[in-house]
């Protein structure tokens, strides 16, 4: 296998893998659990492409939830940070975000394709500049907000993970095997 098909064959792996964020946080869990959030999706492949022998790091910025499920609209802020790798290739660093599974594609998410050279399509629009190790502190969500106990965050996260559920199921039923 040439190393752009090691790449893309990385990223298809980690794509694959359900989005949730009722799964793994980290790299090391994100297989065992079978399913994981941005933070575990972009570590495993910062580490794949370290293995690879490639340079990576984490890349975060500020975007807005989704407006699915209606628990959303519950919430004091949509605002959240979202987390993504780069990699270094030929000299450039390349953003690479592999979020989103493709079951995920028939409600609107952002499901990206990669052709091993070019940066990704974010799974998350940013609002707002993008964040490397090394340019202070990370972004915040919410940092207007007061600091508010917000109980509607548990409630939006469950609704958030059945709803992905539901989107899955409905997408294997109208086309099976599609996952």
Known sequence: MDARAERIALFLTVRNVPYATDGAHDAEALMSVGRGDCLA??????????????????????????????????????????TAAEVLIECRWRLVDATHDPGLASAGLVVAEW??????VPAYEPKGPLWRPGDGPEPRPNADVDELDDAGGDGYQKAFNRWLRAVRAQTERAWPGSR
């Open 115 to 120: 052709d091993g050279r070019t940066d990704t």
């Open 41 to 82: 999706k972009s570590a495993y492949l910062i580490s794949g492409f370290r293995a690879l022998g490639y340079q990576a790091r984490r890349v975060r910025w500020l975007y807005h939830l989704p407006d699915q499920p209606a628990e959303v609209w519950s919430l004091i802020s949509r605002e959240d940070v979202h």
